[in-house]
């Protein structure tokens, strides 16, 4: 397991955890059914981009722009099974996993950054 792959499951525990402490605690009224599922999806995925990144066998822009890509079709996907299986708490389910979305897209640009910076130091 490398540096990415252990704080991108670090990041998903630490949200969950928080989402499970305010949803719970502050909000219950919002709290959402099958919470586990999305940081579970999201590591899934990330674990699938870093090594396809690792190994840099694509056309740099392309191959980010086509994780991207399927990582969204992939989140429409989840999200609408969730809808069709749970015909309640839809909209808090949406909302917790835009949460998740956003980080991983901060984590993901932070991730392609430090990547981009180690090549270059490579190639000097």
Not at 25 to 43: S, T
Not at 72 to 86: D, E, H, K, Q
Not at 87 to 98: Q, T
């Amino acid at each position: 397991m490398n540096r990415y792959s252990v704080i991108l499951v670090l990041l998903e525990m630490l949200l969950y955890v928080a989402g499970k402490v305010i949803l719970g605690v502050y909000m219950p009224e919002y709290k959402v059914p099958g919470l586990i599922v999305i940081p579970l999806v999201f590591v899934l995925l990330g674990s699938v981009s870093i090594a396809i990144l690792k190994n840099g066998t694509g056309k740099g822009v392309n191959m980010i722009m086509g994780i991207k890509a399927v990582r969204f079709m992939m989140s429409m996907f989840v999200i609408g099974i969730y809808a069709l299986a749970c015909r309640e708490h839809i909209l808090e389910f949406v909302v917790a996993y835009g949460v998740f979305y956003l980080s991983n897209i901060v984590f993901e640009t932070w991730m392609l950054l430090s990547l981009n910076r180690k090549k270059e130091k490579d190639n000097l």
